[in-house]
């Protein structure tokens, strides 16, 4: 709509203004999608911390099910770093439909898009290398820093980790064992057991199967969807895995580092 004045002249100023501001709204979306493709090509380099770190503020936190959370900028690339020698052998992320909004600010915005990835992922089994489908949907907040949008916050919610093999039909997740966890959609008031006598064949388990050393621990949770169960027992958020299980390295001199910055 055209902006006019009080004798129906085009506002050419007011116009311009709006349009200014446009302008800088699509650049914005643009500078922020251009972020969530680099972050993808840098870990589809097995997770180069030296490309991640740029990409995070300082105070960032990335978190997923399964995974872990990861604090701080440093934090983040080292974390997804280790995860890459663990976890992920070979990966190729495609990041689909992404959405952004920004903030009235013009200083923070928030994102959501689809991931489908192509990846090599040790068999739980027999460590062997294993072709596999990976995909969610990430939940990411940006803030802009000197300029540049960085990420806050990235959470990606997996929905599949399946063997390409087998298929997502059959095999959904990677099976749970006394080194990874189990993966599950758990019912809300739903009373579920979490087995500590290291007898049960899965969790949660049914604690019928009680050895009676050590009673299961019964837990809810707080709304229905999808679970990381601790398999390995050392999770400090039990029965929840908080990724104790991959047991990462944080490899500081990667960084340039001795170690994380002393908090003054
Ligand atoms: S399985 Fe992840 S912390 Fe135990």
Redesign the pocket.
């Known amino acids: 709509m055209t902006v006019t004045t009080d004798f129906g002249i085009p506002d050419i100023a007011a116009e311009l203004a709006t349009l200014r501001a446009q302008v800088e709204k699509l650049t914005a979306k643009d500078a922020i999608a251009d972020l969530v493709t680099t972050y993808a090509r840098s870990c589809d380099v097995g997770n180069d911390p030296v490309l991640l770190r740029p990409l995070f503020t300082d105070d960032a936190t990335w978190t997923c099910k399964?995974f872990?959370t990861f604090v701080g900028g440093d934090g983040c690339a080292l974390g997804l770093k280790a995860v890459a020698g663990e976890k992920i052998w070979w990966s190729l992320h495609n990041m689909i439909s992404v959405q952004i909004t920004l903030d009235p600010s013009g200083e923070e915005a928030i994102g959501f898009w689809y991931l489908w990835e192509a990846a090599n992922l040790p068999n739980e089994h027999t460590n062997e290398a294993e072709a596999y489908w990976i995909a969610g949907t990430y939940d990411a907040r940006f803030r802009k820093v000197g300029g540049r949008w960085l990420f806050s916050t990235v959470e990606l919610k997996l929905n599949m980790a399946s063997p390409i093999a087998e298929g997502w039909v059959k095999k959904r997740w990677p099976d749970?064992t006394r080194?990874?966890?189990?993966f599950a959609t758990l019912q809300a008031g739903e009373t579920y057991h979490w087995c500590k006598c290291g007898k049960a064949e899965a969790q949660p388990c049914d604690p019928a199967h009680m050895c009676g050393t050590a009673p299961a621990m019964a837990f809810t949770v707080p709304e229905t969807g999808l679970q990381?169960?601790?398999?390995?027992?050392?999770?400090?958020?039990?029965p929840?895995?908080?990724?104790?299980?991959?047991n990462l390295k944080y490899d500081w001199s990667l960084l340039g580092k001795d170690g994380p910055e002393a908090v003054v």
Request: glycine share 24%; with cysteine.
């Open positions: 399964g872990g749970g080194k990874q966890p189990y990381a169960i601790c398999g390995c027992g050392y999770s400090r958020t039990k929840f895995c908080d990724g104790s299980h991959l």
